[in-house]
């Protein structure tokens, strides 16, 4: 009863250095969400997915990309890192039926930029 | 955009006090939800309002969701160092999305025992 699996759980890059955020969820949920976390600024959405092969931009996608080839995954890619991305980041997913049902978090990924 | 405002940013009371965090929306919201979120741990969902006035209780904590639909409340009584985390209220993203959630920046609750 796995739920949202984040992998790596922490990571240290240099800038501009690449390097992808791995979500797995095993619900078969329809949405999945990334999120980023930072002290006194609470959740941004970075990008979302709708559905297998589909994605969107969030409030906050500028050096972010992502991918959803398979429902069960997400990915979260950055290109050329840099400093103000140093952030926890969260993976989420829901289900579609009704609207707005409630998001299911992995543990998150703690990155940091040098 | 739609924004989703959360006060005291901060909270800190004596164990067996009560604590109340307030959530406010710049526009009607269709529901609410509310998050915790443990020191070092990833948000939970702890429940979700839909009608106009909404009452709900869960062992100490009790939710409110205005007449209006614009703001919301939840009220801890007689905390417990179990309670310590920060509270996030969560509304659909502009345009009414049934997808998208904006969150408040939390109310991060500490209790000294």
């Known amino acids: 009863n796995a739920g949202v699996t984040q992998t790596p759980k922490f990571r240290v890059l240099k800038t501009g250095q690449s390097m992808t955020l791995l979500c797995a969820q095993d619900m078969n949920h329809e949405y999945m969400y990334w999120y980023r976390q930072d002290p006194g600024m609470g959740l941004r959405l970075i990008h979302y997915?709708?559905?297998?092969?589909?994605?969107a931009k969030g409030e906050v996608p500028d050096g972010y990309n992502v991918s959803r080839l398979k429902k069960q995954n997400f990915l979260l890619g950055l290109e050329s890192a840099a400093p103000s991305q140093t952030s926890v980041y969260f993976c989420a997913s829901s289900e579609p039926r009704g609207g707005n049902q409630p998001q299911h978090f992995g543990d998150g990924t703690r990155l940091s930029i040098l | 955009g739609q924004q989703v405002m959360q006060i005291p940013q901060y909270q800190h009371v004596q164990e067996g006090e009560d604590f109340t965090t307030y959530c406010n929306s710049s526009?009607?919201?269709?529901?609410i939800q509310w998050y915790k979120q443990r020191p070092g741990g990833h948000p939970v969902f702890l429940i979700q309002l839909v009608k106009s006035g909404e009452v709900k209780k869960q062992k100490r904590l009790t939710f409110q969701f205005g007449e209006a639909k614009k703001n919301s409340s939840l009220h801890i009584t007689a905390t417990q160092t179990t309670d310590v985390g920060t509270y996030f209220c969560?509304?659909?993203?502009?345009?009414?999305?049934?997808?998208?959630?904006?969150f408040g920046k939390g109310t991060l609750l500490t209790v000294n025992p």
């Open positions: 526009t009607t919201l269709s529901n």
């Open positions: 997915s709708v559905g297998e092969g589909t994605t």
């Open positions: 969560a509304g659909p993203s502009s345009g009414g999305s049934n997808y998208k959630l904006t």
